[in-house]
Nanobody, 123 residues
Framework: QVQLVESGGGLVQAGGSLLLSCAGS????????MGWFRQAPGKGREFVAA????????DYADSVKGRFTISRDNAKNTESLQMSSLKPEDTAVYYC????????????????WGKGTLVTVSS
């Protein structure tokens, strides 16, 4: 069992930066691939970024590539998403996710979800 808790959301102006963090509990945290998904108002949940259990491999949605950076620290059971050059279309609830399969692009492959943290980017 893995429990995930996000933090770091908030209101930021377009062009700004924000760091999201996810704290995981459970001794098996390091065995899961980790990722971030987001859901904008009135839209479905979409893949943002993922990082393999070892931290060696990363994957990004085209919409955030070059602007967002995902990382993890297995010793601390945490993962992070550094978001830069934020745009109003990045406004969404961001969810931390853990899964066994790779790539981690589909919601169907997620074993555990956090409750989400809201990111609002003003124009």
């Amino acid at each position: 069992q893995v429990q995930l808790v996000e933090s770091g959301g908030g209101l930021v102006q377009a062009g700004g930066s924000l760091l999201l963090s996810c704290a995981g509990s459970g001794r098996t945290f390091s065995t899961y691939h980790m990722g971030w998904f987001r859901q904008a108002p009135g839209k479905g949940r979409e893949f943002v970024a993922a990082i393999s259990w070892s931290g060696i491999t990363t994957d990004y949605a085209d919409s955030v590539k070059g602007r967002f950076t995902i990382s993890r620290d297995n010793a601390k059971n945490t993962e992070s998403l550094q978001m830069s050059s934020l745009k109003p279309e990045d406004t969404a609830v961001y969810y931390c996710a853990a899964g066994i399969g790779w790539p981690l692009r589909s919601s169907y492959g997620i074993n555990y979800w956090g409750k989400g943290t809201l990111v609002t980017v003003s124009s």
